[in-house]
């Protein structure tokens, strides 16, 4: 079983930073989104077993239920002693992100999860949609301004109720953050975006680390052979694919490792065991100085698909944010 390194982010405990490992499991896919059971518990069980102990969903993910049922199996099957051995994060989705509904959002969570906590508790994106039911892309008309402040406000309140240890952000842009913080009496903990090595994100990762908040980074391998948001860039990146025969290496490994470097946590995603294992074979070497410089001078472009497949002309709301994340 692989021992999986682990970084430290501000949370309840006060001036006591909690661990986190830097390798997460990642349980967001098109059909389980669609409603379409994918992530069993027995796929994450599997995980547990590999050495992962940091899962990540959320609710509009639809595999809270799954992680929550895996948690429980590996503690009856002894593979984890206590439920403190695992990190779990999941999200508040665009039509809680209103200050009454933030609470009652979580606790549906945790229902969902069957936890008493969560570790770790993130705005999914900065704005609120105005739709019952999930449809991917967002239309333009269901998507309004977001109230910050009060629902920062409500986000404070779960970790004060303990319900959550840390809280923090998903794709929000360094300007957006600088608000959060001019208010905030709990500051972000960490806040969650897409990043690899062809959207590298060095300013927001930079100001991040400048006021104590760690990166997660989504999308690691550009969600190859994802349909509906993802790309094959990265995997067919020639820089890439270089450094990995010189190395031995898989072209994810050297995306994985590079991503390692950078000192953000990394969400992986994949339910085959052969790749599972390959994704924590990253510790136990590092890459060059003439490797890091090659990657550093790849073409960069980032793949939102939520925002960027959309059409933001008309939408005030989304060109904003579209614009900060260029």
Request: hydrophobic share 40%.
């Amino acid at each position: 079983m692989a021992t999986i390194p682990e970084t430290k982010i501000s949370s309840s405990e006060g001036a006591r930073p909690v661990p986190v490992p830097v390798i997460a499991m990642g349980t967001a896919t098109e059909s389980s989104i669609a409603g379409i059971e994918v992530v069993k518990p027995s796929i994450l069980i599997e995980a547990v077993k590999l050495g992962y102990r940091h899962f990540d969903t959320a609710a509009v993910y639809q595999t809270e239920k799954p992680v929550g049922e895996a948690v429980a199996e590996a503690l009856r099957l002894g593979l984890i002693k206590s439920r403190s051995e695992v990190f779990i994060t999941t999200k508040l989705w665009c039509n809680s992100a209103d200050r009454h509904l933030v609470l009652p959002a979580l606790k549906q969570s945790l229902k969902n999860l069957g936890l008493e906590y969560v570790d770790l508790y993130l705005i999914h994106w900065p704005f609120k949609a105005n739709q019952e039911k999930f449809e991917l892309p967002i239309p333009n008309e269901c998507i309004a301004a977001i109230d910050i402040k009060a629902v920062w406000e409500g986000m404070e309140e779960c970790q004060n109720l303990g319900l959550t240890k840390s809280i923090g952000v998903s794709n929000f842009s360094a300007k957006r953050i600088e608000q959060i913080l001019s208010f905030a009496k709990i500051p972000p903990a960490v806040n969650q975006v897409e990043m690899n090595p062809l959207w590298q994100q060095k300013k927001l990762n930079r100001f991040c680390k400048e006021n104590g908040i760690v990166v997660t980074a989504y999308s690691p391998l550009g969600a190859t052979g994802n349909s509906a948001w993802g790309h094959n860039r990265v995997m067919e990146c020639d820089i890439l694919q270089g450094i990995a025969k010189s190395k031995g290496k898989t072209v994810a490994q050297i995306s994985l490792r590079w991503l390692y470097e950078q000192g953000v946590i990394i969400a992986v995603k994949s339910f085959n065991t052969e790749r599972m294992k390959q994704n924590l074979d990253i510790f136990d070497w590092s890459l060059t100085e003439e490797e890091l410089n090659k990657i550093d001078q790849i073409p960069q472009r980032r793949h939102v698909y939520l925002i960027g497949s959309m059409n933001t002309e008309h939408n005030d709301v989304l060109t904003e944010i579209d614009a900060e994340l260029d």
